[in-house]
T-cell receptor
Framework: GENVEQHPSTLSVQEGDSAVIKCTYSDSASNYFPWYKQELGKRPQLIIDIRSNVGEKKDQRIAVTLNKTAKHFSLHITETQPEDSAVYFCAASPMGAGNMLTFGGGTRLMVKP | NAGVTQTPKFQVLKTGQSMTLQCAQDMNHEYMSWYRQDPGMGLRLIHYSVGAGITDQGEVPNGYNVSRSTTEDFPLRLLSAAPSQTSVYFC??????????????FGPGTRLTVL
């Protein structure tokens, strides 16, 4: 089955700096890679996703890059704000009926004002 | 739409007790799944369903049963609770269609403590 590793487990940045979270996956059949944000005591919510036919995707201050050859993908947050503080999870899945997400272990991002 | 709902929000059980965590969605999603979230370990898939009457095991199925008699409901049963099942449980759903992927929506979670 799929195995997803996520680094770092904690990340502290100053407000306005950039933050980068990296994930690697093991199953070359995986071709869908979402990122979820989870605030304390809340449910995970999708913030951005990327499919394997795309190398990069951007949505305002958030971008995701994918390197299929190396089997890794990254989340980039620019101009961080205190409200970006949360736990971020990457995930991977093959497309197709019944395929479910395998999650990384999470990164706790702290943005200091 | 209420989205994905879960009950109860909190539950305390004694070792050996059984209970059912409820999950319902009103988005007519085919796919539903249960995850547990332990500190520092991310979300791990327990069981999932690709449609009414169809269920399958995920990464950590032992000690749990599921059934899917309707599209809307996907209950998770703990047969004989153990302290190792202390966790936060999330139900999730997404539309199903062959060959494509779509956003997975999570419920608010159930925090379970087994003493």
């Amino acid at each position: 089955g799929e195995n997803v590793e996520q680094h770092p487990s904690t990340l502290s940045v100053q407000e306005g700096d950039s933050a980068v979270i990296k994930c690697t996956y093991s199953d070359s059949a995986s071709n869908y890679f979402p990122w979820y944000k989870q605030e304390l005591g809340k449910r995970p919510q999708l913030i951005i996703d990327i499919r394997s036919n795309v190398g990069e995707k951007k949505d305002q201050r958030i971008a995701v890059t994918l390197n299929k050859t190396a089997k890794h993908f990254s989340l980039h947050i620019t101009e961080t704000q205190p409200e970006d503080s949360a736990v971020y999870f990457c995930a991977a899945s093959p497309m197709g009926a019944g395929n479910m997400l395998t999650f990384g272990g999470g990164t706790r991002l702290m943005v200091k004002p | 739409n209420a989205g994905v709902t879960q009950t109860p929000k909190f539950q305390v059980l004694k070792t050996g007790q059984s209970m059912t965590l409820q999950c319902a969605q009103d988005m007519n999603h085919e796919y539903m799944s249960w995850y547990r979230q332990d500190p520092g370990m991310g979300l791990r898939l327990i069981h999932y369903s690709v449609g009414a009457g169809i269920t399958d095991q995920g990464e950590v199925p032992n000690g749990y049963n599921v059934s899917r008699s309707t599209t809307e409901d996907f209950p998770l049963r703990l047969l004989s609770a153990a302290p190792s099942q202390t966790s936060v449980y999330f139900c999730a759903s997404r539309p199903g269609s062959s060959g494509s992927y779509s956003e997975q929506f999570f419920g608010p979670g159930t925090r379970l403590t087994v003493l």
